[in-house]
């Protein structure tokens, strides 16, 4: 016969069972009184016993913490950082045992496909030849990346310009990323620079010259300098004598087709011949009124916007320096009397025939790296040329004197004043 269950054989049990219950939810109850006796003291009494009791609890130095993320990202900094990475070509010891050596499948994991059973000397033929191709592609690549990301290398070249300051920034980006305005042979840039994958993929540092260029017209080599790598070098190189080419050029683009719309708009308005004012009549005695937002986004004269850039710089320099220092001064004087934009007077023909010479400086040097401008854009501005150049003969007689333009030099005779040349690439 069975013996009745006793009662208090249950109650024990659950008993035990509340115990456990109450002392898995301690770590409930703790917060849960801290709050409770928070909320009967006044602030000032809060304060000191969190006080007290953040002052018993382990705490990480804010210090320790500090440096420890200092040389954390010094860390990041000092290591070479590359483009892309290029497979590395395996460096295990033959003959190999029965089993592949550890980490070989992870690292190359063409030997899964092929199998286990593989010879390793196929694999590490095969990793071969493709880190050969990589190399060989990789300066086109560097190249165009680098082109792509012209305008964060550029910036501090491009400050404070007046012509830049008129042209967007995703103007400039498309003129160098793609084949619409400027036609770049990636390929013969490489070879001509003489890039290879080996030295762009090779870390340290690097002594070089970078060669800069001045005026265009000469490229002159600068000291021997140490940079952080091969890629910082190249970089520096390319932006000197790629790069500031590069812009010049389609800054002087922008300026022709600029003044020759003001020139092609006012003459337009004139239907008969203009009286000439003195004997021998300069086109600078013709002024064509119009007006120009400055770098404060301000409207004024047109002489007096243009006085402040490159051309009135330079027509200064070469058309007024020396007469007011020959026959005014002995020695150079604090305050240039005659640098002002009504003795400057910068014509609109003044910053077309500057930039019409800058541009056709710029083409004949970019050509001898195989870079040029797409061709029915240049033809276009020639026909504008030669369309003003018959309006001034109608209005003004062939007669009329037309200055070279203000930085026009001995080496700049052989180049022609009013039209775009272009040059030969082959």
């Known amino acids: 016969m069975a013996m009745p269950l006793q009662k208090k054989y249950l109650t024990r049990k659950r008993k035990r069972a509340n115990v456990k219950a109450k002392a898995k939810g ?6 849960f009184l801290l709050k409770q006796k928070l909320g009967n003291l006044t602030n000032k009494q809060k304060q000191a016993t969190l006080k007290n009791i953040f002052s018993n609890l382990p705490r990480q130095s804010v210090e320790d913490a500090i440096i420890q993320k200092e040389l954390a990202l010094k860390e990041l900094a000092e290591k070479p950082r590359q ?22 499948e992870y690292n190359y994991p063409l030997v ?23 190399l060989e592609d990789y300066p086109k690549h560097f190249l165009q990346t680098l082109f792509a990301n012209f ?62 260029t001045k005026g265009i017209t000469s490229v002159n080599a600068s000291k021997t300098k140490k940079f952080k790598s091969y890629n910082a070098f190249i970089t520096k190189k390319i932006k000197n004598i790629i790069f500031d080419p590069l812009i010049n050029a389609y800054k002087a683009y922008w300026a022709i087709k600029h003044t020759t719309k003001i020139m092609i708009t006012y003459y337009s308005t004139l239907s008969g011949r203009q009286p000439d004012p003195r004997p021998y ?28 850039t490159e051309v009135g710089k330079q027509k200064y320099k070469n058309e007024l320096w ?21 003795v400057t007077n910068v014509h ?79």
């Not at 899964?112 to 990589?134: F, P, R, W």
């Not at 002024?287 to 007096?304: S, T, V």
Request: net charge negative.
């Open 112 to 134: 899964k496909v092929m199998g286990s059973n593989t010879e390793t000397d196929l694999v590490d033929s095969i990793y071969s030849l493709k880190k050969n191709a990589e």
């Open 26 to 31: 301690k770590a409930d109850i703790v917060p």
């Open 348 to 426: 609109v023909y003044d910053v077309l025939t500057y930039y019409i010479l800058e541009l056709n400086r710029m083409l004949e040097y970019l050509a001898t790296y195989r870079i040029s401008v797409v061709r029915e854009l240049l033809d276009a501005i020639n026909d504008d040329l030669a369309y003003i150049i018959n309006k001034i003969h109608t209005l003004y007689g062939r007669g009329l004197i037309r200055p070279v333009a203000p930085q026009n030099t001995e080496q700049d005779y052989h180049r022609p004043d009013f039209i775009i040349t272009i040059p030969d690439l082959s």
């Open 151 to 212: 305008l964060k290398i550029t910036k501090k070249r491009r400050n404070n310009d007046y012509i830049l300051s008129r042209i967007p920034d995703y103007e400039l980006q498309q003129v160098l990323t793609t084949q619409k305005f400027f036609i770049i042979d990636f390929d013969f840039l490489s070879n001509a620079l003489e890039l290879t994958g080996q030295k762009l993929t090779t870390c340290g540092s690097y002594s070089g010259t970078s060669n800069y």
């Open 322 to 342: 020396d007469f007011a220092h020959d026959n005014y001064y002995q020695e150079e004087p604090e305050d240039e009397p005659l640098n002002i934009p009504e």
């Open 83 to 104: 483009l892309d990475q290029i497979t590395p070509v395996p460096i295990y010891n033959y003959p190999f045992q029965q089993k592949l050596p550890r980490g070989y």
């Open 281 to 308: 009549p300069n086109i600078r005695h013709f002024p064509i009124e119009h007006d120009e937002p400055n770098l404060r986004g301000e409207l004024q004269r047109f002489r007096d916007v243009w006085h402040h």
